[in-house]
């Protein structure tokens, strides 16, 4: 098992450009989740996905959007960056109600 | 807005010390959970307590919950270098709220 893999490691991006965040799971969790973690702020929540075909806000939405491909896929678009999208990005999977599998995290620097 | 925040932000430690974290958060939750992330890397899951429990031990890892006081501590006893990490606790409720953490390094 890979768990919850993450591409790419790293990017950087100039404002106004767009990317894609890939992620994947091969657990057959039915959740799915990404978060921003930043300095002294902890992880919040930018959207989530209880199950294929269902997405949902989190705490920090604003600027991404996001896309349940199948089950094991979970993307999410930064359509125009900005410097404050500068960011760790993690991907998470839900296995039973309460236990979040992590990935390796994708580092985001928006110049 | 952060819906937890741990206490202290860093903590220093000599191996073998015991260490405490302390979370406090703001929401009525269901559950409370525990992560540990290695530097550079993602957050692994430690150990869930239940609204409805008070304490619940696992291998070195002792914690609490207070929900009349809407916290919780993690014990870490008798630290090892391997343990320097940041540590984060979690609430459930309708969805997961991250506290901001606590940067504990043991000393070898």
């Known amino acids: 098992n890979a768990g919850v893999t993450q591409t790419p490691k790293f990017q950087v991006l100039k404002t106004g450009q767009s990317m894609t965040l890939q992620c994947a799971q091969d657990m057959n969790h039915n959740s ?80 | 807005s952060q819906q937890g925040e741990e206490d202290p932000q860093a903590l220093s430690i000599q191996e073998g010390e015991n260490a405490t974290m302390n979370c406090s958060y703001k929401t009525s939750i269901n559950n409370l959970q525990w992560y540990r992330q290695n530097s550079g890397r993602g957050l692994v899951h430690l150990i869930l307590i239940r609204s409805n429990e008070r304490e619940k031990h696992s291998g070195r890892l002792r914690v609490t919950l207070d929900t009349s006081k809407k916290s919780s501590s993690l014990l870490i006893t008798a630290s090892r270098a391997a343990d320097t990490a940041s540590y984060f606790c979690a609430g459930t409720g309708n969805q997961f709220y991250f506290g901001t953490g606590t940067s504990l390094t043991v000393i070898p």
């Open chain 1, 32 to 111: 799915m989740y990404w978060y921003r973690q930043d300095p002294g702020m902890g992880l919040r929540l930018i959207y989530y996905s209880a199950s294929e075909g269902t997405t949902d806000k989190g705490e920090v939405p604003n600027g991404y959007n996001v896309s349940r491909l199948n089950k094991r896929e979970f993307s999410l678009r930064l359509e125009s960056a900005a410097p404050s999208q500068t960011s760790v990005y993690f991907c998470a999977s839900l296995w039973g109600q309460y236990e979040q599998y992590f990935g390796p995290g994708t580092r985001l620097t928006v110049t």
